[in-house]
């Protein structure tokens, strides 16, 4: 099974400042068909979970320019370029490329 | 516009079964995988469990097979989760996800509000 690992597990950061969370797979995501399904999910508070990036680096529709993705093989980021108030949730990887499906612990983005 | 939406959830003994449902709409259901995933109170996201657009092909968590069985039926737009034998560490949120492909998963696009399950004597 392939363990997705996150760091760091909180970021406090100050409105209008960058953040990144890194996710580490514990073997490569890439896909037989070449594609690597890495993709990270935000989860607002009592919200359900929401797609943001798929693919590694595709933002998913209606999804800011601010959130971008990148990485390749088993070492992937997520960079929020200027944090905004309503970013503040919890942000998971996951991977699709093989079964059992598998996410990060998850990133708990907070406001300093 | 994509919707799902989960019921079924409520309060279960240890080793009894309920069955959730989703239904879906806003996209023809049959040409899409479908998914369950759980999260347990203040825990992360678990996945349990796929099944293809046409419902020949299942996958499941090792800490569900054999107890859990997902279906779907495309005629009525619904995707079905049977849990039988149910234990207190299935307690947790269930989201029914949708897939943007037939057959795999590849990432979950859109997804249900959720519906609690909670395991307790």
């Known amino acids: 099974d392939i363990v997705m690992t996150q760091t760091p597990l909180a970021s406090p950061v100050t409105l209008g400042q960058p953040a990144s969370i890194s996710c580490r797979s514990s073997?490569?995501?890439?896909?037989?068909?070449?594609?690597?399904?890495l993709s990270w999910l935000q989860q607002r508070p009592g919200q359900p979970p929401r797609l943001l990036i798929y693919?590694?680096?595709t933002r998913f529709s209606g999804v800011p320019d601010r959130f971008s993705g990148s990485g390749a093989g088993t070492d992937f980021t997520l960079k929020i370029s200027r944090v905004e108030a309503e970013d503040v949730g919890i942000y998971y990887c996951m991977q699709a490329t093989q079964f059992p499906l598998s996410f990060g612990q998850g990133t708990k983005l907070e406001i300093k | 516009e994509v919707q799902l939406l989960e019921s079924g959830g409520g309060l279960i003994q240890p080793g009894g079964s309920v069955s959730l449902s989703c239904t879906a709409s806003g996209f023809s259901f049959s040409l899409y995988a479908m998914n369950w995933v759980r999260q347990a109170p203040g825990k992360g996201l678990d996945w349990v469990s796929t099944i293809s657009g046409n419902g020949d092909t299942t996958y499941y968590a090792d800490s569900v097979k054999g107890r859990f069985t997902i279906s779907r039926d495309n005629s009525k737009n619904t995707l079905f989760l049977q849990m039988n034998s149910l234990r207190v560490e299935d307690t947790a949120v269930y989201y029914c996800?949708?897939?943007?492909?037939?057959?795999?998963?590849?990432?979950?696009?859109?997804w249900g509000q959720g519906t609690l399950v909670t395991v307790s004597s």
């Open positions: 693919k590694i680096s």
């Open positions: 073997q490569s995501l890439v896909h037989s068909d070449g594609n690597t399904y």
């Open positions: 996800a949708k897939s943007p492909g037939v057959y795999s998963p590849y990432y979950l696009d859109y």
